[in-house]
């Protein structure tokens, strides 16, 4: 769809909300998921399963964070909000493929080929996503995040396997409100605003529109200068294009439109926009050394001026000589940048019967992302790439939910889902002339890749008894995809030769069943035990490079699935002032999809590992000692490993003793990457009277991870240590909130950790890695100001 259509739909949209608001008469509103349920106090409010249900009643692992606690914690995007969650890990991947890894329990996927999902799927207002670069859209104005763990097939459909993150905005009030913050964070030198305005429109219709703005110089020191190109010593290498990285300006909004008309019918439309500019998307990485390595080369001999082998927050990359990168589009000159640009669109429609209720929920993402980068991580760039990636998706699903009351009641639904990404990728390895295309890029990319898929989805809900239900279910999948790819221009004879399309189309159907019996004693205990199942789907590889040997069904990989139960207890203690939370679990993995790096030929490889197994143990509790403290702690014991993997590809340089023959190596046994075995944290929050007419917040948490190995191929520079994150925050308002002044810090252990490694692409050095860190302390000075 153009974009001028979008537009005439989304503005056709609000103009009907508006006049279905006009026409209607006022009726109550209602509470809001992750926030309290008005008739009853203090009780948090999930859709776990697609309705609204009390967290204490739900048969679901969940984690809610408010959105008090993401504030907190300076908890602005994914990758801080998941050091909240336990068990739960968000950090920036491969710069030029999917852009993310998203973590629950150990699963994840890595990013490095285009065609993947991720196997957590993260859900904003209702539309699902499973591309990680959603990673890059700003957080503000939430209502709360919810965490689901564990498979969510029947509920949530495909690419959920591990679980779910869902994401909920604020929506209208009943009064006219507001409020505006803003701050500054001294480590970074970011400066950032944040607001809403929130009002009703005449008796039935409520508008409520919200905004973030930020700037940063960065974290990450670079000290690359101007120097001789090393292969063309006429050709001048800019060096740093910026002494500090990442640097970002990141531009959001968000339109939210309710309409309440009363009868039981209610609308709610929402469109946000992030736009992010930053100084290339490999911003926060860095290369260092492992073993004898001291001094960090090129070619296995060239000399790096300026760089070290250190973890230091400091290296030495430059951007890419302008002669490089001339005939090639996108290139910016040689200078690294990178631009994406997200739209998400929503509209739900609910209309409640007697004891039927009826959900429609349509939406659109269109993202597109720019970027040339380094891939050498040196001041020469000699191995650079620029890629394009356009991804367009719509969705649309339908629920029906009975409340009757007898025994018996049920939900039924479908979904469908439409997707096209366009993907360029020109790469520059050692400068090697083309002299056909007149320009370094040794190949050019270009790619289509369309998709759909629907399901059908019903669940049965049968009270046995008032205290005993039994829930069971079952969704059926069917995915279809289709990919179209050519090398527009190549030098290298092993490539896919220039004129040759190589197409590839994947079919699968799926059925994914569910069940659970739920044992209410009373209000406040609830136990447990459910045997699910989930699955990611398969696809067709779309990797930087197209080679001469590949085939339609070479391309393709198979769908990752997944089958166990867990059993649960929920309680609450002393009138609800603790709040208990355990839950047990084993998942078998079946077919997960795994990628690695060859640093040395820079080729990647994506392959299916026979069998996995996700075990362990976790457990909450919050504990409102009284009206001034409140504690609060998670733990969780993990083992997350494969079964059955005697074909992974080998790291660069392993040798037959460390267990490399025909360049496979046997995983069996090893942990899953990004599976800490243990983590936990606890913390407090504190309300102190200190001044009259003031009120006064203290908050601490402190939580830590065990070790973990980062690198998906085993290769001794992925292995991250364990570390701990401490955060705090001090408030100070006025009683009565107009404003409020914070001191916030977030790790002020200044832990330095990664979750993504790989060998540095043309060190030809099996002791040179590069890692992606997720940001390091923070200390924010913050003013708001609320109506």
């Known amino acids: 769809m153009r974009k001028g259509t979008l537009r005439l739909v989304l503005l056709g949209t609000a103009a009907t909300l508006l006049a279905t608001g006009a026409q209607a008469q006022e009726a109550n509103r209602g509470g809001r998921p992750g926030a309290s349920d008005p008739s009853s106090p203090g009780e948090i409010i999930v859709t776990a399963r697609k309705r609204e249900e009390s967290l204490q009643n739900v048969p679901v692992a969940v984690s ?66 499973s591309r990680g670069r959603i990673i890059s859209a700003s957080l503000y104005d939430l209502e709360s995040v919810q965490v689901l763990k564990g498979p969510q097939a029947l509920y949530f459909g495909k690419n959920s396997p591990a679980g779910v993150i869902s994401l909920r905005s604020a929506d209208p009030g009943s009064k006219f409100e507001g409020y505006v913050k803003a701050g500054y964070e001294f480590n970074a030198d970011e400066a950032y605003s944040e607001g809403a305005v929130s009002s009703p429109i005449g ?21 690359a200068k101007p120097l001789p190109d090393v292969f063309n010593p006429a050709f001048i290498d800019p060096g740093a294009i910026w002494d500090r990285g990442p640097r970002l300006k990141d ?38 050394c492992i073993g004898n390595t001291t001094s960090p080369v090129l070619a296995g001999r060239i000399p790096l001026p300026g760089a070290d082998c250190a973890l230091n927050q400091q290296k030495s990359q430059g951007g890419v000589a302008p002669q490089y990168v001339a005939n090639i589009p996108y290139t910016n000159g040689g200078i690294p940048y990178a631009r994406s640009n997200i739209w998400l669109g929503s509209l739900t429609l609910e209309k409640q019967f007697e004891k039927v209720g009826l959900t429609s929920t349509t939406g659109y993402y269109d993202q597109k992302t720019q970027q040339l980068n380094g891939f050498d991580w040196t001041p020469y760039s000699s191995i650079w790439a620029v890629t394009r990636d356009t991804f367009r998706l719509w969705t649309q699903e339908l629920r029906l939910n009975t409340d009757f009351d007898g025994p018996l009641n049920f939900m039924i639904g479908g979904y469908y ?66 990919f179209s790819g050519r090398n527009l221009t190549t030098i290298i004879p092993s490539l896919l030769p220039p004129g040759r399309s190589l197409q590839s189309r994947y079919s699968d159907n799926h059925v994914s069943p569910e069940a659970t019996i739920t044992w209410r004693p009373d209000p406040d205990n609830t136990l447990y035990a459910a045997f699910k199942t989930g699955y990611k789907g398969g696809g067709i590889s779309n990797s930087f490079l197209l080679s001469r040997t590949d085939t339609p069904a070479s391309l393709q990989f198979q769908p990752e699935e997944a089958k166990g139960g867990e059993v649960g207890y929920k309680a609450r203690m002393f009138g609800g002032s603790l709040r208990l939370d355990l839950n047990a679990y084993i998942y078998d993995f079946k077919n997960l999809q795994v990628t690695s790096y060859d640093a040395v030929r820079t080729v990647f490889t994506l392959q299916n590992a026979a069998k996995a197994r996700v075990k362990g143990l976790e457990g909450t509790a919050e504990w409102r000692a009284n009206d001034v403290i409140s504690l609060n702690g998670n733990f969780g014991y993990n083992r997350a490993e494969f079964l059955d993997f005697a074909t992974a590809r080998c790291f660069g340089g392993q040798t037959v003793a460390q267990g490399c023959v025909n360049a496979r190596q046997d995983l069996s046994g090893k942990a899953l990457n990004r599976a800490p075995r243990l983590t936990y944290s606890f913390g407090a929050d504190l309300t102190p009277r200190l001044v009259d007419g003031l009120e006064t ?36 308002g006025a009683e009565d909130g107009p404003w409020e002044l914070s001191l916030i810090g977030r790790n002020l252990t200044n832990s330095y950790y990664r979750l993504f490694t790989i060998g540095q692409s043309g060190s030809s050095n099996n002791d040179q890695y590069v890692g992606t860190f997720n940001r390091p302390r923070e200390v924010v000075l913050q003013g708001t100001i609320r109506w």
């Open 203 to 223: 008796p039935v219709f409520g508008a409520r529109l919200a905004y973030r703005v930020s700037r940063q110089k960065g974290w990450m020191d670079n000290v």
């Open 64 to 129: 809610v964070l408010s959105s008090n606690l993401l504030s907190n914690n300076l908890a602005t995007d994914l990758t801080k909000m998941a050091e909240l969650a336990p068990q739960v890990s968000v950090g920036y991947g491969s710069a030029s493929a999917t852009g993310a890894l998203i973590t629950i329990r150990g699963i994840s996927t890595e990013s490095t080929d285009a065609g993947l999902d991720q196997s957590v799927l993260v859900e904003i207002d209702d539309v699902p996503l």
């Open 417 to 482: 889902e439409h997707f096209q990404r366009d993907f360029f990728n020109a790469p520059d390895l050692f400068h090697t002339f083309n002299p056909v295309a007149q320009n370094y890029a040794y190949t050019q990319l270009q790619s289509i890749t369309k998709g759909e898929y629907y399901s059908a989805f019903a669940e049965l809900r049968f009270a046995l008894t008032p205290t005993l239900e039994l829930t069971g279910g079952a969704r059926w999948s069917h995915d279809e995809k289709f």
């Open 697 to 732: 917040a203290v908050t601490v948490k402190a939580s830590h991870s065990s070790s973990y190995q980062s690198n998906s191929d085993y290769a001794p520079g992925g292995f991250q240590k364990g570390y701990w994150l401490l955060n705090a925050s001090v408030k100070v």
């Open 251 to 288: 531009y959001a909004g968000r339109l939210t439109l309710v309409a309440d008309p009363g009868d039981g019918f209610k609308a709610r439309f929402k469109l946000s926009y992030n736009k992010g500019e930053r100084d290339g998307v490999d911003g926060n990485t860095e290369p260092f």
